[in-house]
């Protein structure tokens, strides 16, 4: 099974996975209250983590088109 998963598939699914993490952390955010400290260090995570996922897959797609 994972001899036919490519580098792409996965980093796909990593994407994802990462993507509904920073979902999770919004939904749960809108329902509980955290201290201020941890407001900050949840938004910095949430922030480089998307900022990471959309930049891995802009030179992910510019790669593919360039090939």
């Given amino acids: 099974m994972w001899d036919r998963l490519s580098k792409v598939m996965v980093q796909n699914a990593i994407a994802v996975i990462v993507i509904i993490g920073c979902l999770v952390i919004v ?3 809108c329902y509980h209250e955290y201290p201020k400290e941890n ?3 949840i938004n ?3 922030d480089m983590c998307l900022v ?3 930049g891995w897959l802009f ?3 510019k790669t593919k ?3």
Avoid: A, D
């Fill in 65 to 67: 088109n360039q090939s």
């Fill in 59 to 61: 030179t992910q797609s």
């Fill in 52 to 54: 990471g996922v959309i």
């Fill in 39 to 41: 407001q900050q260090v």
């Fill in 44 to 46: 910095k995570f949430f």
């Fill in 27 to 29: 939904v749960i955010g």
